[in-house]
């Protein structure tokens, strides 16, 4: 089933979170005969803060969590901050794709049947687009997925993704692999464009209250 999706202005926070909530129920039942580990979530989400956000999920990340965690009542889920300076030294966000994939592969080899939302906003986008991008050489990256893994991996959402990011004397692409497209949310809006939401959304709060009051794509 291809899931690869973009959203702008409108709604941005129910589309996001319905399309991950989406991805990971299918996914699950293509899984449901395998037995579930005790002590295991149903569904690990993995989240990278933007850039000078405080340690922690940041408050973009906490509002998806939150939505999504919500939205999947009746199932457990895990919560995992990505641990990365998100500094202005953006080169260091692939400390953020290290640290992200030695948390996956640590929950998987104790949990054979947990799914995996992996996502970030900013800085955090960039950390998901170094994981699974094309070319992230030079970004302090050394700790890429197995295959194996991958499969595992639910929904890849991405808020306020700087793909087309430079490093000045690197030769980057941050673009998501192929083989991984159907998975990606991506979820923006245009530069000077506000967000058009249902009231009360938080996501799209968090992101109204972001400089320039958007989580704009760059």
């Not at 996914?27 to 295991?40: F, L, R």
């Not at 260091?92 to 949990?111: L, T």
């Not at 950390?127 to 991958?150: I, M, Q, R, S, Y």
Request: hydrophobic share 40%; charged share 20%; glycine share 12%.
């Amino acid at each position: 089933m291809n899931r690869y999706v973009t959203r702008g202005s409108v709604g941005v926070s129910i589309f996001a979170v319905s399309a991950a909530v989406a991805a990971v129920l299918a996914t699950q039942t293509e899984n449901s005969a395998i037995a579930k580990a005790a002590g295991c979530p149903d569904v690990d989400v993995s989240f990278a803060r933007g850039t000078n956000d405080s340690p922690g999920l940041g408050d973009v990340g906490k509002a998806f969590t939150d939505e999504l965690t919500d939205r999947l009542s009746g199932r457990s889920v895990d919560i995992y901050a990505v641990n990365y300076p998100a500094s202005f030294d953006w080169v260091r966000a692939g400390d953020g794709a290290n640290d992200m994939s030695s948390h996956v592969q640590e929950v998987a080899r104790n949990c054979p049947n947990t799914q995996f939302v992996l996502g970030g906003f900013s800085q955090g986008a960039a950390v998901v687009d170094v994981l699974f991008g094309k070319n992230g050489t030079g970004l302090t990256f050394n700790n890429p997925l197995p295959a194996d893994l991958e499969k595992r991996v639910a929904a890849i959402v991405l808020i306020g993704n700087p793909k087309n990011w430079q490093v000045a004397g690197m030769n980057l692409d941050l673009s998501i692999r192929d083989d991984q497209r159907s998975k990606i949310i991506d979820i923006c809006n245009p530069a000077g464009g506000g967000f058009d939401v249902p009231t009360g959304a938080r996501l799209d709060a968090a992101c109204r209250r972001r400089p320039g009051g958007r989580c704009s794509c760059r």
